[in-house]
């Protein structure tokens, strides 16, 4: 493995510490940006992509995918990025319609009247809050118990071993002793 590893950073051996501590460090974060998604398994445009340790099952004809955060944001995550770049398209056909520029100028086409800074709000500030009522019962308070569940489960009866009989134990039985 240390054998690997030394023939991997050859190049960045013969440098200064400093050059040669950078230079293993870009080596690595590639290596872990390489490594960090990996598309498992793609038929026609649905894949299944491992990223950061998690399985993504992936539709791009269907635009969905089994985190549930591309369908409810409407902009696809990491992984699903990661699928569509696996296929060669375009990420940026994969947003929805109101993430585009033509939909941000149609949102502020319309004119909207701004907002004075003196509006009197004194019907809001001139109010006296007052704490809630609670009541307070005297003394210590119940004790919220849970009931256990093994509490409720049918016991097995008592059996005492020198007489081999059932329903008492040692304290209890009336046989004589051998």
């Known amino acids: 493995m240390a054998e690997s590893f030394i023939a991997w950073i050859l190049s960045a051996q013969e440098k200064s510490?400093?050059?040669?501590?950078?230079?293993?460090k870009i080596q690595l974060i590639t290596r872990f940006e390489e490594k960090r998604e990996l598309v498992i398994f793609a038929m026609d445009m649905q894949l299944e992509i491992h990223y950061l340790g998690k399985k993504y099952a992936i539709d791009l004809?269907?635009?969905?995918c089994n985190c549930r955060k591309w369908q409810f944001n409407?902009?696809?995550f990491a992984h699903v990025i990661a699928a569509i770049n696996h296929m060669h398209l375009d990420p940026a056909v994969y947003c929805l319609k109101y993430f585009t520029v033509e939909y941000f100028k149609k949102a502020f086409k319309t004119p909207f009247a701004p907002v004075p800074d003196d509006i009197e709000f004194t019907s809001i500030y001139n109010?006296?809050?007052?704490?809630?009522r609670t009541t307070?019962?005297?003394?210590r308070?119940?004790?919220q118990r849970r009931i256990s569940k093994?509490?409720?489960?049918?016991?097995?009866p008592l059996k005492y071993k020198r007489c081999g009989a059932e329903g008492h134990n040692r304290r209890t039985c009336r046989?004589?002793?051998e």
Do not use: A, Q
């Open 141 to 143: 308070p119940k004790k």
């Open 74 to 76: 409407g902009i696809p």
């Open 136 to 139: 307070h019962l005297p003394g």
């Open 61 to 64: 004809k269907h635009w969905t």
């Open 150 to 156: 093994t509490k409720h489960l049918i016991t097995r």
């Open 175 to 177: 046989e004589p002793i």
């Open 17 to 24: 510490i400093i050059t040669m501590c950078e230079n293993i």
């Open 127 to 132: 109010r006296i809050v007052l704490p809630s």
